[in-house]
T-cell receptor, first 114, second 114 residues
Framework: AQSVTQLGSHVSVSEGALVLLRCNYS??????LFWYVQYPNQGLQLLLK??????LVKGINGFEAEFKKSETSFHLTKPSAHMSDAAEYFC????????????FGKGTLLTVNP | DTAVSQTPKYLVTQMGNDKSIKCEQN?????MYWYKQDSKKFLKIMFS???????INETVPNRFSPKSPDKAHLNLHINSLELGDSAVYFC?????????????FGPGTRLTVL
């Protein structure tokens, strides 16, 4: 079975500071990894995904994540936080192949202080 | 144009009632999903349909019955509502069942059972 652990249910940063949201996964086979963002009272939106190939993945809104197999991690970063980045962020994993089911982490709420 | 729409947005009802939530996508996708997000923001898949056929059926009480009249619609009917059914229900769709297909989420339906 696959699982996702997001370290820190709440991360607070100042505007302009580095954003780092942590995600560790457990999977018995090479995983497919995703980051989704949920703005208040909205559905989820895909930020970026890792399937195969380059381990550093760039997404929308200046976010990127790096797949590190040795650390079973897929942390999300952004060099400079903006007020509009305040949202809930979800890491998700899938096993790939015919198993297309996404397993989500419990989410990390990002607040950005002026 | 809204890609994935759900109705109603809010639903308040009494225990024991039967209610339905409707979902429509205008993206031409083959695969649709229902997710439940609990009060702690934990998101879990309930059902998935591909070309109107049920392909994922997680451990969900049989009081929940999805119905897909066509590829663009996936409705969720809930019988004998219980307090624990209170949650936000999200519909999503993707091009097909492949894991690297982005899932597009609707805005959610907040169900409150009194």
């Amino acid at each position: 079975a696959q699982s996702v652990t997001q370290l820190g249910s709440h991360v607070s940063v100042s505007e302009g500071a580095l954003v780092l949201l942590r995600c560790n996964y457990s999977s018995s086979v090479p995983p497919y990894l995703f980051w989704y963002v949920q703005y208040p009272n909205q559905g989820l939106q895909l930020l970026l995904k890792y399937t195969t190939g380059a381990t550093l993945v760039k997404g929308i809104n200046g976010f990127e994540a790096e797949f590190k197999k040795s650390e079973t991690s897929f942390h999300l970063t952004k060099p400079s936080a903006h007020m509009s980045d305040a949202a809930e962020y979800f890491c998700a994993v899938s096993r790939g192949g015919s198993n297309y089911k996404l397993t989500f982490g419990k989410g990390t709420l990002l607040t950005v202080n002026p | 144009d809204t890609a994935v729409s759900q109705t109603p947005k809010y639903l308040v009802t009494q225990m024991g009632n039967d209610k339905s939530i409707k979902c429509e996508q205008n993206l031409g996708h083959d695969t649709m999903y229902w997710y439940k997000q609990d009060s702690k923001k934990f998101l879990k898949i309930m059902f998935s349909y591909n070309n109107k056929e049920l392909i994922i059926n997680e451990t969900v009480p049989n009081r929940f019955s999805p119905k897909s009249p066509d590829k663009a619609h996936l409705n969720l009917h809930i019988n004998s509502l219980e307090l624990g059914d209170s949650a936000v229900y999200f519909c999503a769709s993707s091009q097909d069942v492949g894991v690297d297909n982005e899932q597009f989420f609707g805005p959610g339906t907040r169900l409150t059972v009194l």
